[in-house]
Structure formats: structure tokens, C-alpha cells
């Protein structure tokens, strides 16, 4: 077999060794376009679990990389001279030059063909090839040849960074925050052998123009950064070598092969250098590589398809981690307002990867300042877990931060709730939540959604909540909210478990004529007429939700129904007064909260639900969310519920753990409101995570509460939190169910514990 290897990167150079190595006979040759010691860039990272693998597939390289990397435990992050060290993560630091020159060592030894200064744009040439692996780099010449049968994607990122070395020595791997009056910076830094550390500047691009830097003058960027981080640098200087600031490009492919040509490293998919190396993502992607050609070396397509199998998906949750992470440098002037211990927890926890309870297995020391700073600021007793303190709004106060989401039970009989309503909403005020929000409630029989949503519109509706407030308030600590609202284009439709649709639908309403999808009616556009019956609507829902005993009242502007239909510009293309810009699409849902908060007594607070994105081509943007946001808070809204999507059907979700929680960060941290999160939360770690974070100041959870009425306590016991509010009938359930928490607590630690991977520092 003839193997031909574009690009001399680390990526390449370990694939070429591990195939020589496994499959002596075959002919290996790798083309290079720089000199042998020329090296763009100062160090590389790797983790403890990168250089396990290293170890069982080449020793050799293994303990040549080990005998020349510097190692550190702690991370460090620092602003504006306070500074936490945080233990137990295991890294080493090695020069890339010293990298090369090493795998450089290893290809001679086993036989591997290297060719400096040739630089291939023709592939011709290679025709007697069995294989092609274009290694080429983030630029890569043969994928952006054949882009199309790539399927390749690249987006520039907003923020921008320049990667400068410095004698500087370091201890740990340290981010270096710094505030100044034209903007926020970071340096991201490491030693990486004896006398030498990297140091990755970043800023966003409003704080790089209010610097005045220029792209390629190195002198200029040198002097400004070396006055900024003067402090830290202490009295070093910084090292350029091709210095120019950039933006980092996130690089994907739809397809990693074209018939003999397979892509590798970043030429493949990039992964920003804030969560790791992109060397590491490079070698562990040439080890996937090389196993299937070397398991299939008479089938090339057979072994493609098993090098995508054994790595897309790996590589695909590696880059949304990595964006995840990249996103929070990106916003970093929104978290510099947090206190000092906050804005260190969330850089820590910033690609949701990591959690509190991560962080107390590694160094348990660490996280008590999180916490202790977090309680001192809430006025919270001491070691009080970050989900059970207490929060205020106006006169309403919750016994913890824990909320039930709105869904649906669609169980109800003209709009009436029933037994089942009462043992749902029942069961869980009991089981310790701190605010419940009921399902969306309508405010007139053609607002519901399906003929089992619940109402607010009659006085039979009335009596029947405030039997089940009355039961809540009577028999547990737990608040009650409901949520008000309007299904617009999305009411008369079946219940989830149907199969056949409404045979009787009534009449739907928006703020433009397009239905949800293809299979459902029309909606006639709002007229004023409308608008004023639909407000009027509201208020008297306010009237009867205050009568019916809620503690809050939460308004429905989110997911397409009809209230949001006027906020999206993708259901609201009206050339009236209400439609065009955002300050016109606004104008009915505010004046529709309007009437309501006028009318809802003063000492009750309100919440307004929104959808902060669409997830769809030309959907609300970003500064549309903050000025929503902005208005409902100066018009008395007291909380944000931060959702998103489910306004179009062809919308396109980005779904996993935490998902939806960047964006209440983005309300929260920008108009400086509460807010609530969802999306995705399954545990009690996740939550204190959100909250000491500053991500949100409620999580509310909706199917883990389905099938699990007493998460809270659950939670309470898990954490060993002793709470007042169990009802006397099952207090001493405690001492069972404490023990039990516990032993499960430290089996599970015991087991992280196990698995971390083993330090390869040289003692």
C-alpha cells in the first residue's frame, strides 16, 4: 500500500507512525510545505486522558513527548490581581517546535518518508496513491479544491486573539482577566518547558478598535498588551512569530472522505482552543485513522466509513462544547460584572462539561469559596446549597430556586380542572418545589389549544383553581403561578396522544396570515377590533387568577402561540403599526401586559415567558430579545422565563445538556433582570451549577418532575440539606430516605473518582 500524507503536522505525522508501525511494508510519504524546524505557534496541551492513549499506541512517542513537557495540576484564573487556584486538573504543556521534532524522530525510526519544503496544490502527482490524507491545516488547499464534495463549512468567529510566547514563568494553566475603560481582555496561559509560556490574547471586536490595534502590526499589538498586562507578565516580555490577530474559524465538513482522499485534523473540523488542543483533537482522530486502514487495508471506503463512525460523533460534541466555551469569551464584558468567585466559576464551568460537583471532587477547597461568596451575597447560612436559598420577588418569596415548568396535561373538561389537576400540581407542592407554574391557561374558549386545556374565563373556572391553590397554600411552603395565555395560530388541535385531528375547529387568530405548518388551518390576521376583545380577555383572566388565589401570574409570549406570533418576524409581516420593527411588534404584547400588571395587585409579581431565538433562517435576533426584554422589565415585570424555538416548524434546535441556559444568561447579564431557565436540566449538580454561575436565578424542570413528584427531596437528601417545610405526615421518611441519598452520593464520587485519569506527571 501506498500512502501519500499532505501536511507535517502532529496529526499527520502520528497517523504516519502508527500505520508504518502496524503495517511495516506499506510505503508512507509526507509532503510538508515548511522547513523541518519552522514552527507557527509556541505550545500545545494535553490532558492526562490524551496522554493515556498516547501511551497504549506508541510508547515511544509517549515517553519522548513526556520526557520534554512541562506538567501542572491547577488552573488559575485571575482579574485585576485577585486570583483562586483550582486542583486536581491534570495537563501538560509541550513546545509544538519540540513536538514536531520529536514525531520528525519517530517517522525516521520506523521508516516513514519526510519531504520538507514541498508545497502541493496538485494531486496528479499522487496518482499511484492507494490513499490521500490532506492534513493540510485550517487554510487546507485540497478541501477547499473539492468543498463542494466536502460539504465544507466555515465561519469566522467574532472575537479576536493573538498567540505570543513569553519567558514569563507559570505554574499553572492561567486565565488572566483584565478590565479596562475600553474593554475586557483575557489571556489564555501555560508553560510549556523550561523558561517559555504561551499567552493567547483575546478581546471582543468593539474593545480591539477602541485599542486602535492593527491586524499585522506586531510592534504595536506587543507594546499595547505588554502595558496592559504589565502586572501580569512582571517584568517579561512577549515573543511574536507571525503575531496577527484573527478570528478563529470553525471548520466542519459534511463528508470527511472523496474517493481516496480522507481529511484529518483541522483541515476536518476545528475546535477552539479554550476547552484544549487542537493537536489533541488532530492525534486522537490520526489513532481512529489509522486503526480502520489498518483493519480494512484492502478497502479504503469500508475503512472511511469506519473512521467516521469511530469519531463524528466524538468530534461533533467536542465542538459544541468548544463553541459553548468560545461563546462565553465571546460575551466575557457581560460576566466581568460578576463578583470575583461567580466570574471564576463560570469561566470553570463555561462549557457545561464540568460542574459543581466535579469541581468538589477535584479540590474540594475550590468550591466553598464559590459557594461561601454566593451565600454571603444571598444572606444565606453557611454551606446552603445554591438550589435551596431563597428568592424574592416583590412580595412573594420562594422557599428554594427549584420551579415546575409549564406542561401541558391537557386533562381538563371546558376548561375546567379536575382531580387529576389536583393531584398533579398537589403532589409536587408537597414534593418541595419552590414555585410551580401551571400549564398555559386560556383566556377564552377559542385561546386553548386543544378541548383539554385548561381556562380561566368562567367562575366555575375560578372555584375549581382556587380549590387547588388553597390545597398548596394549606399543605406546603410551595408558591403558585399561572401561566395566562392565547394559542393564536396553534389552538384547535388534538391532544399529544390522538391520533386523529379536530374534527370541529374554531376560528384561529395571529398576527399574520400563516399557518404553523402544511396540515394546519389559516389564521385570520388580528384586526384592532381584535386586539381590544383579546386585551380585555387578558385582564379579566388577571382578575379571575387573583380571585382563584395564584401567587403570580406568568405571561404566555413565547413558541408561535399568539401574543409571541407578534414578537417573531417570521409570523408577523404586517405593514401596519404593529408589525416591521421590533418597537412596533412589541406594541400589543405590551399593551396586553400593560393592562394586566395595572390590574394584578401590586405586591404579586409577574413573569413573561419569551422565545429568545427561533432557531430558523431570518428569525428574532438577538438585540429584537433584548429590547423585548427591556420593555417588559420597564413596564413592571419582575422575571424573564427564557425559552426558545417552536415558533416555525421548520426550525432547526440545537439540543442538549443546559441548552437553553446561554440565553438566559445573555437576558439576565445584559438588562439586568431575573430570569428563569429551562431546557434539558436532569439534576440537582446542574442546577447549583446554573445558579452559581449566574446563568439564571430560577431553574424550572418539566419532564424529570413528570414521573418524579419528589425530585426536590430527592435533591434535599442528596445534598444532605435539612429543610423545614416537609409535611408532618411524612417527616420521618427522613430517616430513611437521608442514608440512602448518601450512600448513593458517595458511590457515585467514588466512581468519578475511579475514572479520572491517571496523572502522567514525572515525580
Not at 444565606?380 to 406542561?407: C, G, H, Q, W, Y
Amino acid at each position: 500500500m501506498k500512502i501519500t500524507v499532505i501536511g507535517g503536522g502532529p496529526g499527520g505525522l502520528y497517523f504516519s507512525i502508527l500505520t508504518k508501525k502496524a503495517m511495516p511494508h506499506c510505503e508512507i510519504n509526507v509532503y510538508e510545505q515548511n522547513k523541518p524546524d519552522d514552527s507557527f505557534g509556541f505550545g500545545v496541551v494535553f490532558s492526562d486522558e490524551t496522554l493515556g492513549e498516547f501511551l497504549t499506541r506508541d510508547t515511544q512517542s509517549y515517553e519522548l513527548i513526556r520526557s520534554k513537557f512541562a506538567y501542572w495540576d491547577d488552573i488559575v484564573v485571575a482579574r485585576d490581581g485577585e486570583s483562586v487556584s483550582v486542583a486536581g486538573n491534570g495537563f501538560c504543556g509541550c513546545s509544538r517546535k519540540t513536538l514536531l521534532q520529536l514525531l520528525h524522530q519517530r517517522c525516521k525510526e520506523e521508516g516513514v518518508n519526510l519531504h520538507f519544503e514541498a508545497n502541493v496544490d496538485d494531486l496528479s502527482q499522487f496518482k499511484d496513491s492507494d490513499l490521500i490524507v490532506a492534513c493540510d491545516g485550517i487554510g487546507s488547499g485540497i478541501r477547499t479544491q473539492f468543498e463542494t464534495d466536502f460539504e465544507t463549512k466555515v465561519e469566522l468567529k467574532k472575537n479576536k486573539f493573538v498567540w505570543m510566547g513569553s519567558t514569563k514563568p507559570l505554574d499553572a494553566f492561567t486565565y488572566f482577566f483584565r478590565s479596562t475603560p475600553k474593554g475586557s481582555f483575557v489571556a489564555h496561559t501555560y508553560q510549556y518547558e523550561e523558561g517559555m509560556s504561551t499567552w493567547i490574547f483575546e478581546c471582543s471586536p468593539q474593545t480591539w478598535e477602541n485599542f486602535g490595534f492593527e491586524t499585522y502590526d506586531e510592534e504595536d499589538t506587543t507594546q499595547k498588551l505588554k502595558e496592559i498586562f504589565k502586572e501580569e507578565l512582571d517584568g517579561h516580555g512577549l515573543i511574536t512569530n507571525k503575531s496577527h490577530w484573527r478570528q478563529f474559524p470553525h471548520v466542519t465538513n459534511g463528508k470527511w472522505h472523496k474517493d481516496n482522499i480522507v481529511l484529518l485534523g483541522d483541515a476536518k473540523a476545528t475546535a477552539h482552543y479554550s476547552i484544549g488542543s487542537g493537536t489533541k483533537l488532530a492525534m486522537e482522530c490520526a489513532i481512529a485513522l489509522s486503526d480502520a486502514i489498518v483493519e480494512n487495508p484492502n478497502n479504503i471506503p469500508v475503512a472511511f466509513e469506519n473512521y467516521e463512525k469511530a469519531r463524528r460523533n466524538r468530534v461533533e460534541m467536542i465542538q459544541y462544547a468548544a463553541n459553548v466555551s468560545l461563546d462565553w469569551f465571546e460575551n466575557m464584558d457581560r460576566h466581568m460584572q460578576h463578583p470575583f468567585y461567580q466570574l471564576s466559576f463560570g469561566c470553570m464551568t463555561r462549557s457545561k462539561k464540568v460542574t459543581f460537583e466535579n469541581l468538589s471532587i477535584r479540590d474540594k477547597s475550590y468550591p466553598a469559596k464559590v459557594l461561601k461568596e454566593f451565600n454571603e451575597l444571598n444572606n444565606e447560612k453557611e454551606n446552603t446549597p445554591a438550589a435551596f436559598s431563597k428568592f424574592k420577588l416583590r412580595d412573594l418569596e420562594l422557599s428554594n430556586r427549584i420551579v415546575m415548568s409549564a406542561m401541558g396535561q391537557y386533562s381538563a373538561e371546558n376548561g375546567l380542572v379536575n382531580d387529576w389537576h389536583l393531584m398533579h400540581y398537589g403532589n409536587r407542592a408537597i414534593g418541595g418545589v419552590g414555585l410551580i407554574i401551571t400549564e398555559m391557561t386560556a383566556v377564552s374558549e377559542t385561546g386553548r389549544i386543544t378541548l383539554g386545556c385548561t381556562g380561566i374565563y368562567s367562575n366555575n373556572q375560578v372555584l375549581e383553581w382556587k380549590r387547588i391553590t388553597d390545597f398548596i397554600h394549606q399543605n406546603s411552603s410551595s408558591k403558585i403561578g399561572i401561566q395566562v395565555g392565547h394559542s393564536g395560530r396553534k389552538g384547535a388541535t388534538k391532544k399529544p396522544w390522538e391520533t386523529e385531528d379536530l374534527k370541529d375547529k374554531w376560528n384561529l387568530l395571529s398576527a399574520s396570515p400563516i399557518p404553523f405548518n402544511e396540515n394546519t388551518p389559516i389564521p385570520k390576521e388580528m384586526t384592532l377590533e381584535d386586539m381590544n376583545t383579546i386585551t380585555e380577555q387578558f385582564v379579566q383572566a388577571t382578575i379571575n387568577a387573583n380571585e382563584a388565589g395564584f401567587d403570580m401570574i406568568e405571561l404566555q409570549a413565547h413558541h408561535g402561540f399568539l401574543l409571541a406570533s407578534f414578537l417573531s418576524p417570521l409570523t408577523n409581516i404586517r405593514t401596519d403599526e404593529f408589525g416591521g420593527n421590533i418597537e412596533n411588534r412589541l406594541k400589543f404584547p405590551m399593551r396586553v401586559f400593560k393592562a394586566m400588571r395595572n390590574t394584578f395587585p401590586k405586591e404579586k409579581p409577574m413573569s413573561v415567558r419569551i422565545s429568545a431565538t427561533d432557531w430558523a433562517e431570518n428569525g428574532i435576533s438577538e438585540e429584537d430579545v433584548f429590547k423585548i426584554a427591556e420593555a417588559f422589565k420597564e413596564a413592571g415585570a419582575d422575571i424573564i422565563n427564557v425559552s426558545t424555538g417552536n415558533t416555525v416548524s421548520h426550525q432547526k434546535p440545537q439540543v442538549g445538556r443546559m441548552w437553553q441556559t446561554p440565553f438566559s444568561d445573555a437576558v439576565r447579564n445584559t438588562v439586568h433582570i431575573p430570569t428563569i431557565t429551562t431546557g434539558y436540566i436532569q439534576d440537582i449538580d446542574q442546577i447549583n451549577t446554573i445558579i452559581l454561575n449566574g446563568r439564571a436565578d430560577l431553574v424550572a424542570l418539566g419532564r424529570p418532575l413528570l414521573l418524579d413528584s419528589n425530585f426536590v427531596r430527592n435533591a434535599q437528601a442528596y445534598e444532605d440539606y435539612r429543610t423545614q417545610d416537609i409535611p408532618k405526615q411524612y417527616i420521618t421518611g427522613t430517616s430513611h430516605l437521608y442514608p440512602l441519598k448518601g450512600s448513593e452520593r458517595k458511590m457515585i464520587e467514588g466512581m468519578k473518582k475511579a475514572l479520572k485519569p491517571e496523572s502522567h506527571e514525572i515525580k
